[in-house]
C-alpha cells in the first residue's frame, strides 16, 4: 500500500516538474511583473500556484469522465498525452528566448491587474502538456484512494513552483542565460524521453487488449485452422 502510493507520488512528480519546467517560467515572471511591488509579485506567484493546482487536480478528477463521454481508450490517451509531451520536448530543445510568450502578451500582462492566472498558470505552468501527463497518471490509478497519492505529487509539482517564482529574481540571476539554455534544453531532452515513453505503452497495450488478441484470433480461426 505505502510503497504503491510512493510509487505513484514520485511518478508523478518527475512527469509533471519537467513539463511545468517553472525555472523557464522564472525570467517570464519577472519580466511580466516589473515594476511590481515585492509583496504583489509575491501574491500573484502565489494565486498563479493555487490556480495550477486546481487545473491539475480537476485533470485529474474529472479525467476519466471525459474519457469514457468520448469514448477514448486509455491506449489511445497514452498516445496522444506522449505525441503533446514529445512536442513540447521536441520545442525545448531548441528553445526560442522569445518563445514561451511574446512580446506584446508580455507588456499586456504586465499592465494587466492579474497575470496569476493568465498567462502563469494558463498556459505556461498547467497548459496543454501538463493536463495531458495529469490524465494519463489518473489511468494508473486502480482505487479511489490512489488518486490522493497523484493529488499530493501534484502539490509537491506546485510547491517546487512556487519556490522557484518566489525567488525567480535570484534564480535568473544565478543561472543566467546560459544556464537557463541549457537547463531548459535538458528538461526538453526528458520530456521527449516520457512522451515516447507513452507512446511505447500505448502502442503495446493497444495491440495487446483483448479486442485486438479476440479479432485476430477469429481471424485466424477463420482459416480453417484449429
Known sequence: ???????????????????????????????????????????????????????LVGALLVGSVVLNFFGISIPALRIAG???VARVGFSMLDPDPGENLPDASKQEARNAK????????????????????????????????????????????????????RSSMEVVKFLGQTGMTALTRLMGFLLVCIGIQFIALGLFEGVTSDA????LLKAYQSTGNP
Open 212 to 215: 485486438v488478441v479476440d479479432t
Open 114 to 165: 492579474d497575470i496569476a492566472f493568465t498567462p502563469l498558470a494558463m498556459p505556461l505552468l498547467s497548459g496543454p502538456g501538463s493536463i495531458a501527463v495529469t490524465i494519463s497518471m489518473a489511468t494508473h490509478v486502480h482505487r479511489p484512494v490512489e488518486y490522493f497519492a497523484v493529488a499530493i505529487g501534484i502539490l509537491l509539482v506546485a510547491f517546487s513552483a512556487w519556490l522557484v517564482l
Open 1 to 55: 500500500m505505502l510503497q504503491d502510493w510512493l510509487v505513484l507520488i514520485g511518478g508523478t512528480f518527475a512527469a509533471l516538474l519537467p513539463i511545468t519546467n517553472p525555472f523557464s517560467v522564472a525570467p517570464v515572471f519577472v519580466s511580466i511583473t516589473e515594476g511590481m511591488a515585492e509583496s504583489r509579485r509575491d501574491q500573484q506567484a502565489r494565486m498563479a500556484i493555487v490556480y495550477t493546482c486546481c487545473i
Open 82 to 84: 506522449g505525441l503533446v
